[in-house]
């Protein structure tokens, strides 16, 4: 909430008139075996340009954690245009039970066709529902984001490092009643003395591992049931170290303009054993 007093503040500073501004903010809680999370996005922006701060926490109900919270902080701008989106991030999460990390990133996307849909995207992290259908191909947007991430974990009074670096190319397409959208992210180590804490693409929970790729595909249903859009989705995760993982997604969403509210189910596999989860969020937005 301090990051986005301090936004609000830097754009009245600017002379920008309080009136002028939108909001988007929501709350999303996950649950599973030994795991609940949850995630605060607010989206305060003003003409083409847009301050995101974000507050993610998770816990996992296990002695090998302590039953610790960690919690991440992050803020990402985004400067919006009908026909691209550039945006820049970064992150830290504090140090808790000895793990921390610090990110930061950047991500550009290209509407194809920016005259269905405004300043919406259907894929990347710009991506906002796009209600509504079309004859034929009605929109597609396509993009790439790019991300290093420092983890440091002590053990005992050693702390060790590792470096990641995650290049992720993403694609949405509105077609008829669907809108659709898929992504591949590639990962690179440098140092690999510390296990990874983090959220997968794809993924409604936080997992500690090295992954190597992940390929997420997403189908939503707009305008099949009144009020409702139902979703499903994809994703496989290759890991360094560990068996490679799957997880099917279904949901929905209900959009009632300044109210809006989801409901998900995820069906996680990976490799031994499937384990679910279950995210509720609701939304306001002005």
Known sequence: MKKLIVSLTLLAGLGVNASALYFDGGLTGTTGPDYSGYKL?????????????????????????????????????????????????AGTTPEVNGYKNVYAGGD????????????????????????GGGEGVARVDIGASLKHTAHTQKVLTVERETGQTEAS??????????????SY???????????????????????????????????????????????????????KGAKDSSAITL???????????????????NGTDNDSFVSIGAGVKF
């Open 108 to 131: 550009i996307t290209f509407s194809l066709t920016p005259t269905s849909g405004g300043k919406s995207r259907l894929a990347g992290p710009g991506s906002r529902s796009v209600s």
């Open 185 to 239: 992210t590639g990962y690179a180590y440098g140092d690999e003395d510390a296990t990874p804490q983090g959220f997968v693409p794809g993924m409604n929970f936080a997992l500690a591992a090295k992954p190597r790729s992940s390929v997420t595909a997403r189908v939503d249903i707009p305008a099949t049931i009144p009020m409702v859009t139902p979703f499903a989705g994809y994703t496989t995760t290759k890991y």
């Open 251 to 269: 949901g929905g969403y209900v959009d009632l303009n300044m109210v809006v509210a989801n409901v998900t189910y995820q069906i996680f596999d």
């Open 41 to 89: 996005n607010l989206r305060v922006g003003e003409g083409n340009f847009a301050l995101e701060p974000s507050i993610t926490s998770y816990k996992y109900d296990t002695a090998a954690y302590d039953n610790k919270t960690f919690r991440t902080y992050g803020l990402r701008g985004a400067w919006e245009q009908e026909a691209y989106t550039v945006g820049a991030e």
């Open 169 to 182: 190319l993403f694609a949405g397409a509105k077609v008829l009643m669907l809108n659709l959208s898929a």
